[in-house]
């Protein structure tokens, strides 16, 4: 009888999810004898409460980050942590929720998001399972949340040195915790044709490429001061723009170039083939997701980060400051004025990217694949 694997996650923003789906994507690929399933508990959560909590998240953190940020930081105390985990299981356990996994019966859990562990915890101390629980967080920070049910957690995946001497600080056994970085599938195309990709988007590679994302959703309007500043003071700059799922943004940056007659911007709605779009640019300006981060270094592509959401993107550009993998701008002028200088002496891109190169985490998949065969 094969093994079974559960990968679960909440859909509070793509990262989880994202996170998720690599992992379950890489063990279908290279393990035959595994059955592998992925759970967002947000579709099996009480009726409507769970949907309207998805959508206050994303409302606070696209449009207020200072409160969100006041929220996250209630939520990395003891206390605040306490609340929030009692509140979320009252939403996420349920008999649908239950049949869902006592019907799959997991043999090991992996968790992309910090209400995964507690759930499972439930379902395992209630006899309806009896899953070891592998824990991944998705950012370059561990609250209080992440840490609830450490006792019950064979293992922590982490993405630096840093969050692991924190969560020592705080308890937690060194031999639970992982430093693998946070995984990403291995992404690299071996037939990407620079050449075809230029003549697709009508460019001729003379000049640096920037590869603009942003922020989909409601985040996308937040971005557009800077994509216009860069857009209209760097006519040496090539930018690919990918609004993602907000129409009313796509439109908004195409009439600005329609109106100033740029010829510099390329633009894109949902864009599905981002790999290759990494591969062909020299760098990126994005918020600081932890996953558009990750992605970003799996490529060695410096990164310059624009209007956080508080909370964990904070930790975020942070560490990719520290660690001199990019930068991060509170103002479309500052932002304007470091691209001008980047675009007269480019070989600070290059010094970026060789800081990237030294990073070791492009395995971190297959850590989490050996190291569930371990748990297994």
Same mark, same amino acid.
């Given at each position: ?104 019966? !997991? ?75 946070? !995984? ?50 760097? !006519? ?141």
């Amino acid at each position: 009888m094969k093994k079974k694997v559960l990968i679960v996650y909440a859909s509070y923003g793509s990262g989880h999810k994202a996170i998720a789906n690599y992992i379950a994507n890489y063990i279908k690929k290279n393990d035959k004898n595994l059955e592998v399933a992925t759970l967002d508990i947000i579709t099996y959560s009480m009726n409507v409460i769970g949907s309207i909590s998805q959508k206050v998240n994303s409302f606070f953190m696209l449009k207020t980050p200072r409160i969100h940020n006041f929220f996250y930081n209630l939520t990395s105390t003891k206390l605040g942590g306490d609340f929030i985990d009692s509140l979320s299981m009252s939403i996420f356990k349920n008999k649908k929720m239950e049949n869902q996994i006592k019907n799959f019966n !997991p043999d090991v859990v992996i968790a992309t998001h910090f209400f995964g562990p507690s759930l499972i915890k439930y379902y395992n101390d209630k006899g309806v399972t009896n899953a070891k629980i592998i824990t991944v967080v998705t950012d370059y920070d561990v609250i209080e949340l992440w840490m609830k049910q450490h006792k019950s957690i064979e293992y922590f995946v982490v993405g630096n040195k840093n969050m692991e001497k924190d969560l020592i600080k705080r308890g937690i056994s060194k031999n639970k915790i992982k430093v693998f970085g946070i !995984p990403i599938a291995p992404l690299n195309n071996d037939k990407f044709d620079r050449e075809k990709m230029l003549k697709e988007f009508n460019l001729k590679g003379k000049k640096p490429i920037c590869l603009f994302f942003g922020g989909g959703g409601n985040g996308s309007s937040k971005t557009l001061p800077y994509i216009k500043k860069v857009a209209k003071s760097n !006519p040496n700059l090539d930018i690919i723009f990918i609004s993602g799922k907000n129409e009313k943004s796509k439109i908004a940056v195409e009439e600005y170039v329609e109106k100033n007659k740029l010829k510099n911007v390329k633009i894109l709605g949902f864009a599905t083939n981002i790999p290759e779009l990494l591969q062909l640019c020299d760098f990126v300006i994005s918020k600081p997701g932890g996953i558009q981060l990750s992605e970003c270094l799996y490529f060695n592509k410096p990164v310059f980060m624009i209007r956080n959401s508080g909370g964990q993107e904070i930790a975020n550009y942070k560490y990719f400051e520290s660690e001199g993998y990019g930068k991060y701008f509170r103002t479309s002028f500052g932002l304007n004025k470091y691209i001008k200088s980047l675009l007269n002496n480019v070989d600070i891109i290059d010094e970026l990217s060789s800081n990237m190169k030294k990073n070791k985490n492009n395995d971190a998949i297959d850590k989490v694949y050996k190291l569930l065969k371990e748990v297994l």
